[in-house]
């Protein structure tokens, strides 16, 4: 069974072989790679990260330690193993992300996992109802791909939305505090995404964050509001928040801002229901057909999701050569 799990991270090796620097190569032949029997370390020399777990539990335990030094790092770790379940993570964890440039989360592959517990005596994570925070909740790290709830809101307090925090998360609706700033990129790489509130205290969105969500996405905000012309500038229906007191009689609200009702099909990059609403961006002056998505027609993430599984095959494949 192992066998065949490090010879299926081979295969993304070689497919994300031609987007690796060269360096991160030699680096990784610098470092001490060992294996356990369920484990793929790194000896860091005071410590010891994970990148990669080929056991068969289905709820998985970290340790705390292996051969006598903390494990300190979670470096892509369950790429390799897909049917996990839950995750315990100990006290002495510090750092969880990519082996390079430090990508998303190590729960990126885990597409069935429903929870992820954290240690009360850990300093830098926390968890709520199975979600990873950082310790002082000012970051949601990771919404478990696996949990079936259709809506989730983001507590108040949370800054900042990690980067591939909902990968491919079933949730079809998301409420954001107006206490974020910014959205990391491919914040919600190929979730389920329908519906999602902007406060306008969001100036920063990161690269496909929406990517692969289904085209009837609609984004809720406020009126010249930076979620509003993020949008626009990517072809996703807008509805303003700011109309949600006034009269919805078409009558009263600005043509230049509200779509009439029409026999006409509207395409998927329209506003879904315009009996829902008075206003809407993406149908402004009838462009939106011809605007120009930075994001949503760009797969930036596509080949990139590999890194982690690579770079835990890279450890794994000079490990063997040296023996």
């Excluded at 315990?88 to 430090?102: N, Q, T």
């Excluded at 069935?112 to 240690?119: C, H, Q, R």
């Excluded at 079936?148 to 900042?160: C, K, L, Q, R």
């Amino acid at each position: 069974m192992k066998f065949k799990k490090l010879m299926a991270c081979a295969v993304s090796l070689a497919v994300a072989a031609v987007v690796i620097p060269q360096t991160a190569f030699a680096e990784a032949e610098d470092d001490h790679y060992f294996e356990t029997d369920e484990w793929g370390c790194i000896d860091l020399g005071d410590s010891i990260a994970l990148l990669g777990y080929s056991g068969e539990d289905v709820n998985v335990v970290i340790p705390e330690e292996i051969n006598g030094k903390k494990v300190t790092d979670l470096w892509g770790t369950f790429m390799m193993d897909g049917d996990i379940e839950t995750v315990y993570v100990p006290a002495s964890i510090e750092f969880m992300g990519g082996m390079a440039l430090e990508y998303s989360h190590p729960f990126y592959g885990a597409e069935k996992l429903v929870s992820i517990t954290v240690d009360e005596k850990n300093e830098n994570f926390k968890s709520v109802d199975g979600v990873l925070f950082s310790k002082d909740m000012s970051e949601l790290c990771v919404y478990p791909a696996g949990k079936t709830n259709a809506s989730y809101e983001i507590p108040d307090g949370v800054e900042g939305i990690g980067k591939g925090a909902f990968y491919r998360s079933k949730l079809t609706s998301v409420t954001i505090p107006d206490t974020v700033t910014e959205i990391g990129g491919e914040a919600f790489y190929f979730s389920q995404l329908t519906s999602v509130t902007i406060p306008d205290s969001v100036t920063e969105i990161g690269d496909s964050a929406f990517y692969g969500c289904p085209d009837d996405l609609t984004i809720y905000g406020y009126k010249n509001s930076f979620a509003e012309a993020y949008a626009k500038d990517n072809n996703y229906n807008f509805v303003a928040l700011d109309n949600e007191d006034e009269d919805n009689d078409p009558a009263n609200s600005d043509d230049t801002t509200a779509p009439e009702a029409s026999d006409e099909s509207t395409s998927s990059d329209e506003i879904a229901d315009p009996a829902e609403t008075t206003t809407s961006t993406n149908a402004e002056n009838g462009n939106t057909q011809n605007s120009t998505s930075t994001d949503k027609n760009e797969p930036t993430g596509v080949v990139l999701a590999l890194l982690p599984a690579a770079f835990a095959a890279a450890g794994v494949i000079i490990s063997r050569k040296r023996k």
